[in-house]
């Protein structure tokens, strides 16, 4: 029979860290959360989101199949350059899994987010969380992908031929990190 290694849901800042990776690499959906499941038997549930590079050029909708029938579009793909701060970065991503793990009590926490220029279609980040009840897995990832979104420090660059412009965080997601600060004072 196996034993629950269940770790207090109180970490410090540098076992936090542990459970952030930023950088270029890829990752594998099924590893991460196998690593993250090991030996913890008082798993009930496990949460994962992975986002993804979308097309986000207005045109995409009707792409036609003939690349001259679209001068407006360069033959070259859409794709998106991320950067970030290191060191700043994985801090400020480690002290809101510091804060997950306490809110919600999860157990297990794996945050992967990839910088540099990535293709359409790529991974971009993961979020697992690992808990007792699935309540806990869900609103810690929750909570967790809607502040990456708009207070972890990365500028996202979305590029297609010439034309490049820089991202701001938009308004829907502002609203969604909202609910945590209004929760929290419920509390």
Same mark, same amino acid.
């Given at each position: 029979?196996?034993?629950?290694?269940?770790?207090?849901?109180?970490?410090?800042?540098?076992?936090?860290?542990?459970?952030?990776?930023?950088?270029?690499?890829?990752?594998?959906?099924?590893?991460?959360?196998?690593?993250?499941?090991?030996?913890?038997?008082?798993?009930?549930?496990?949460?994962?989101?992975?986002?993804?590079?979308?097309?986000?050029?207005?045109?995409?909708?009707?792409?036609?199949?003939?690349?001259?029938?679209?001068?407006?579009?360069?033959?070259?793909?859409?794709?998106?350059?991320?950067?970030?701060?290191?060191? #700043?970065?994985?801090?400020?991503?480690?002290?809101?899994?510091?804060?997950?793990?306490?809110?919600?009590?999860?157990?297990?926490?794996?945050?992967?987010?990839?910088?540099?220029?990535?293709?359409?279609?790529?991974?971009?980040?993961?979020?697992?969380?690992?808990?007792?009840?699935?309540?806990?897995?869900?609103?810690?990832?929750?909570?967790? #992908?809607?502040?990456?979104?708009?207070?972890?420090?990365?500028?996202?660059?979305?590029?297609?031929?010439?034309?490049?412009?820089?991202?701001?965080?938009?308004?829907?997601?502002?609203?969604?990190?909202?609910?945590?600060?209004?929760?929290?004072?419920?509390?």
């Amino acid at each position: 029979m196996g034993h629950s290694s269940h770790a207090p849901s109180v970490i410090t800042l540098e076992q936090a860290l542990a459970c952030v990776r930023v950088g270029p690499d890829d990752f594998d959906l099924g590893a991460e959360v196998a690593a993250l499941r090991a030996a913890d038997t008082g798993v009930g549930a496990v949460v994962s989101f992975v986002g993804t590079v979308r097309e986000w050029r207005e045109a995409a909708r009707a792409i036609p199949e003939d690349p001259s029938d679209r001068p407006d579009q360069p033959d070259q793909p859409a794709t998106m350059e991320l950067e970030h701060y290191p060191g #700043m970065t994985e801090r400020s991503i480690a002290e809101l899994v510091v804060q997950a793990r306490q809110r919600f009590d999860v157990r297990g926490v794996r945050v992967i987010h990839r910088v540099g220029p990535l293709s359409v279609g790529e991974q971009i980040v993961l979020v697992a969380v690992t808990a007792a009840h699935r309540q806990q897995a869900f609103d810690g990832a929750a909570f967790l #992908m809607d502040w990456l979104k708009t207070r972890a420090p990365f500028w996202k660059k979305e590029i297609a031929g010439a034309d490049a412009r820089w991202v701001d965080a938009r308004e829907s997601d502002e609203a969604a990190a909202r609910r945590w600060q209004t929760e929290e004072r419920k509390a």
